[in-house]
């Protein structure tokens, strides 16, 4: 199990966009680990947003977020990366990224991944 740590969240107005980072703990990398993004309001179940595979295939996207959201990966700076756009007062959260060391293609299910971040807030607000 690794300590993820993400970063890039903020403050933004609606229809404002932006890019999330998920990045392994010194010494470790993300290379052999399918990763998620989730989100969490208080109150409510983490949701699951969008999967990667190891060979940089994005492999699921929820409904709430498909055609605005986009996951990437970059193998040569370590990092997985969640962009956001066209963001909404509903999108308010704070943002989790999730691994699980793996050469299956990812899953939106948080019980699947055993690696997870400390999260970063999200805020959508004019």
């Known amino acids: 199990q690794l300590q993820l740590v993400e970063s890039g969240g903020g403050l933004v107005q609606p229809g404002g966009s932006l890019r999330l980072s998920c990045n392994a703990p010194?010494?470790?990398?993300?290379?052999?680990?399918?990763i998620g993004w989730f989100r969490q309001v208080p109150g409510k179940e983490r949701e699951g947003l969008a999967s990667?595979?190891?060979?940089?295939?994005?492999?699921n996207y929820a409904d709430s977020v498909k055609g605005r959201f986009t996951i990437s990966r970059d193998d040569a700076s370590d990092t997985v990366y969640l962009q956001m756009n066209n963001l909404k007062p509903e999108d308010t959260a704070v943002y989790y990224c999730?691994?699980?060391?793996?050469?299956?293609?990812?899953?939106?299910?948080?019980?699947?991944?055993?690696?997870w971040g400390q999260g970063t807030q999200v805020t959508v607000s004019s």
């Open positions: 990667i595979n190891i060979y940089g295939t994005p492999t």
């Open positions: 999730a691994g699980r060391h793996t050469s299956f293609r990812g899953s939106l299910s948080p019980d699947w991944y055993d690696s």
């Open positions: 010194s010494g470790f990398t993300l290379n052999r680990y399918a």
